[in-house]
Nanobody, 123 residues
Framework: VQLQASGGGLVQTGDSLRLSCAAS????????IGWFRQAPGKEREGVLA????????FVADSVKGRFTISSDNAKNTVYLQMNNLKPEDTGVYYC?????????????????WGQGTLVTVSS
């Protein structure tokens, strides 16, 4: 499985941004897809995860109410919609696949990782 994350960029506080995670090599239907982020000097943090097969999601408290996750199974792509961005959302965002299908935000559970896309939120 190969994952390609894209959509990062430089935005201002309060702006919105949508990240995409396109998968190739496998259908996403039976796996869990997670978005993680890593800010400079900090540990990687799980943000949201989705089971594309039924649309169920898992959301970290830090982004609840601002970020949502969705999937387009026909395109084999998962999206991270980020609204009302804050400077503390700055970091490299990664998508990853857990081939057990278990919905979680534990990065050690994830087996395949995309290359990351940088999101910078200016104040």
């Amino acid at each position: 499985v190969q994952l390609q994350a894209s959509g990062g960029g430089l935005v201002q506080t309060g702006d919105s941004l949508r990240l995409s995670c396109a998968a190739s090599g496998e259908s996403l239907d039976y796996y869990a897809i997670g978005w993680f982020r890593q800010a400079p000097g900090k540990e990687r943090e799980g943000v949201l995860a989705i089971s594309p097969s039924d649309g169920s999601t898992f959301v970290a408290d830090s982004v609840k109410g601002r970020f949502t996750i969705s999937s387009d199974n026909a395109k084999n792509t998962v999206y991270l919609q980020m609204n009302n961005l804050k400077p503390e959302d700055t970091g490299v965002y990664y998508c990853a696949l857990d081939d057990s299908g278990w919905l979680n935000l534990d990065d050690f559970e994830y087996d395949y990782w995309g290359q990351g896309t940088l999101v910078t939120v200016s104040s």
